[in-house]
């Protein structure tokens, strides 16, 4: 038996929906509109001054990136995306005049790592340099950070390794990152890791030890192998406070970036975020930092494959008894096999899955057939070029305007009277590196995609 044969509580038709790979929406009951400013998740506290010392070190190491990336000399070292009015793409994804306006937040543009893993890997890797750096009085506290990059600050810096099990993409970040730094860096890829990002890896002196399983492999290899070398350090996708605090630094850019373009976040006017969930650290940590920051109006969904909904799964058994603790996609009967390699991951991360109890408003799951064809209208009416995981969050709002649980959702929470007034913001999160060719595959799967729905 399945954990939801064993669990009527669990909304039948949700259920046999999720079992069978089709997609579906979960909201959350627990979801409270005034959460306290100090949340617990996995026995730490943690609020928004976190967020801010971790805004506060990324700026720190500015000038440092600035030096050591080229990419990075136009914006000071700052690493960060526009946020794109994305009108042109609502009639194709069927939200209609009246149902509010589209918005993207174009992480799919991130320098250095090409991903919104740029957020989170940069910040844990500078974590642990600013300690080292700091400890052999590499620099002093409030100095200057450029003095990093000589070569005797690298030399010391290079005695430490950083190590991350990885689909790819964070293994892209904390590689890149690490190795610019002159630290060893190991990165411990799954089987669904793509070739051209273990070549670019390779290519920059970080040390790629392929696996034949599946994501939780691979971070398991790398934290045993961590653990028996105590000048490595273990970048922990499951359960890294770091990580999250790094993302969630996104939600003070984006607070300035809505003033900018004049886009209101009140009772009249809700903002709907949609974000493309792995293990979760990513779109919690963003969530987290924009719920504490903008307050009950701001409604977070998080969007997975079909055939991964790790999270929705933690979600599902952390609002019903008896389904476990930490259950699989594999306890659902699922695959986690999926072309959106970002998303590919078995079981969330608690951390995550605590954090996001009382602020999460749901989880919907995407099939790949419809990822492919929405990075292809992104292409046709953005001209922007997304990779599949990022293309997650477009079917959020059909979700909710379209589906007998979405529309109950809009009722429920009042957002139905001024969806007019509404924010719709897909955040887009990947794609910047992904070479030609193979984004060329991506184009020509998609427009087989949208031929076929006709
Ligand atoms: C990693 C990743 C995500 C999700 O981040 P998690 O922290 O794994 O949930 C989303 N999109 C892309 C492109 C990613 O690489």
Known sequence: MTPAER????????????????????????????????????????SLDDTQAAADRLARFADLLA?????????????????LPASALQPALGL???????????????????????????????????????????????GDYRALATPAAREVLGRYQVAVGSTGNLGMSIGVVASALGFQATVHMSADAKEWKKDRLRQRGVQVVEHTGDYERAVAAGRAEAASNPMCHFVDD?????????????????????????????????????????????????AFGLRQL??????????????????????????TPGM?????????????RTEADGLAVPRASLLAADLMQPLLSGVFTVADDTLFAQLVLVLDALGECIEPSAAAGFSGPAMLTGTTAGQAWLRSTG??????????????????????????GFVQRGRAALAAQG
């Open 238 to 286: 499951e359960q890294s406070f770091s990580l999250l605090l790094g993302y969630s630094a996104a939600a003070l850019h984006l607070q300035n970036q809505l003033v900018e373009q004049g886009v209101a976040v009140d009772a009249e006017h809700p903002l709907i975020v949609y974000l493309p969930c792995g293990v979760g650290g990513a779109p919690a940590g963003i």
């Open 7 to 46: 669990t009527p509580a669990v909304d039948a038709m949700l259920a046999n929906r999720l079992r069978n790979a089709q997609p579906a929406l979960w909201t959350n009951p627990a979801r409270q509109a005034q959460p306290p400013a100090a949340l617990q998740a996995q026995g730490q506290s943690i």
């Open 324 to 336: 476990g603790d930490h259950p699989s996609v594999y306890d659902w009967g699922l695959t986690n």
């Open 96 to 142: 209609a005049e009246g149902q509010g306006r589209l918005f993207i937040k174009a992480d799919h543009s991130l320098p250095v790592a090409g991903s919104i893993k740029a957020r989170g890997g940069m910040h844990e890797v500078l974590e642990f340099a600013e300690r080292l750096a700091l400890e052999h009085g590499l620099v002093q506290p409030g």
């Open 67 to 83: 030096q050591v990336f080229p990419e990075l000399a136009a914006t000071g070292g700052v690493v960060e995306s526009p946020l």
């Open 415 to 440: 957002i139905d009277a001024v969806l007019h007034n509404a924010t719709h913001l897909v955040w887009t999160t990947g794609g910047l590196l992904v070479p030609d060719a193979q984004y060329q």
């Open 294 to 319: 903008l307050g009950p109006h701001v409604f977070c969904f998080f969007a997975e494959p079909v055939q991964s909904p790790c999270f929705m799964v933690q979600m599902l058994a952390d609002t």
